[in-house]
T-cell receptor
Framework: DTAVSQTPKYLVTQMGNDKSIKCEQN?????MYWYKQDSKKFLKIMFS???????INETVPNRFSPKSPDKAHLNLHINSLELGDSAVYFC???????????????FGPGTRLTVL | AQKITQTQPGMFVQEKEAVTLDCTYD???????LFWYKQPSSGEMIFLIY??????QNATEGRYSLNFQKARKSANLVISASQLGDSAMYFC?????????????FGSGTQLTVLP
């Protein structure tokens, strides 16, 4: 009964391909996020959805497109993959987007994307 | 803009000793939340402890405690009685309002190694 799950865990693909990463949470949370962790372990938010609505859209190439079919799922689709997209991508969820303890974000196991 | 600073890229501690991981933050929002996460070599992000900006007492969770000094804008993590399994990367993070939305901003992390 994993709280936040992501598939796949590893993704190796050629430059120029299109790929998707799926995320699901069974915590009943309203808010979901995508983060990118680069090779230096720095974590940066990419997108945030609250009840299927986009609320945070950081400066990310428009090759990256999040899709939230329902509030338990937030998928990340990446078009025309580039070498620089190689990173670990984390999905997270929280009850809300505020500053309280109930807004703690819980992370999925991460997806290591390698673009060759 | 909000900012989190972790000045210790790497730390070593002897097993069973206590260790303090430093974190300073900067935000103009009077309402914020501070979080610590652990990332072991297996890669997952594990939530450890939360401190709210209006909390009067320092947070504690088992062997983890947060030394919150609001005037100095510091939120150091103290791990007591270190165990070999504590060896990991530790991230300090903050949620506060940055622009139109609240988002979680991470520090650069501290790699802790516990020595037997």
């Amino acid at each position: 009964d994993t709280a936040v799950s992501q598939t796949p865990k590893y993704l190796v693909t050629q430059m120029g391909n299109d790929k998707s990463i799926k995320c699901e949470q069974n915590l009943g949370h309203d808010t979901m996020y995508w983060y990118k962790q680069d090779s230096k372990k720095f974590l940066k938010i990419m997108f945030s959805y609250n009840n299927k609505e986009l609320i945070i859209n950081e400066t990310v190439p428009n090759r990256f497109s999040p899709k939230s079919p329902d509030k338990a799922h937030l998928n990340l689709h990446i078009n025309s993959l580039e070498l620089g997209d190689s990173a670990v991508y984390f999905c997270a969820s929280a009850q809300g987007g505020g500053v309280d303890s109930t807004d703690t974000q819980y992370f999925g196991p991460g997806t290591r994307l390698t673009v060759l | 803009a909000q900012k989190i600073t972790q000045t210790q890229p790497g730390m070593f501690v002897q097993e069973k000793e206590a260790v303090t991981l430093d974190c300073t933050y900067d935000t103009s929002d009077p309402s914020y939340g501070l979080f610590w996460y652990k990332q072991p070599s297996s890669g997952e992000m594990i939530f450890l402890i939360y401190q709210g900006s209006y909390d009067q007492q320092n947070a504690t969770e088992g062997r983890y405690s947060l030394n919150f000094q609001k005037a100095r804008k510091s939120a150091n993590l103290v791990i007591s009685a270190s165990q070999l399994g504590d060896s990991a990367m530790y991230f300090c993070a903050m949620v506060s309002r940055d622009g139109s939305a609240r988002q979680l901003t991470f520090g650069s992390g501290t790699q802790l190694t516990v020595l037997p």
